[in-house]
């Protein structure tokens, strides 16, 4: 498990620097390309197109994004055991077990946070009140970081 985690940690790493080697090559081609043609107006649109990316890039690749859960989570523990049934739902959703797991965010559709729950063994989260569609769960750890994803289907009887 240490050793998934530290492979983990290291592709997160090497993603992290591609996306940023991505923003200093577009930023270098476009300076290099605004010196053959040293308009004003071409000169605002480059500045501007390369501020854009630089800042979509650099805050995805650094989880500042301004949401609740960085574009590049930092797994806790390898969760590929963790089930969340029983889906499709219809009244409640239930978490297989796992210590890790301390709040469950659920999402709708919009990436809008519907409900929060407190994680607690063999516990039922009712989801009946919810309109029919798909929704997103994010099962985190105490320090708010993402445990894992999963997808759920709502249905109505």
Known sequence: ????????????LIV???????IFAVHLFYHKKLK????????LQALLFSLTL??????S??????????????AVQYSDDIQVYPNP???????????AVKEVWIYN??????????????KRYDVRDLPRGMYVIRLVDGNSNLVTTRRINKINP
């Open 1 to 12: 498990m240490v050793l998934r985690l530290a492979a983990h940690l290291f592709v997160q």
């Open 16 to 22: 992290k620097y591609l996306k940023l080697y991505c």
């Open 36 to 43: 053959k043609k040293n308009t004003m107006g071409r000169t």
């Open 54 to 59: 630089t800042l979509a890039l650099s805050t």
């Open 61 to 74: 690749a650094f989880g500042l994004n301004g949401g609740e859960v960085p574009l590049i989570p930092i």
């Open 89 to 99: 739902a219809v009244d409640y959703i239930m978490i297989s077990e796992n210590e």
């Open 109 to 122: 559709i919009l990436g809008n946070r519907v409900r929060t729950y407190n994680a607690e063994a063999d």
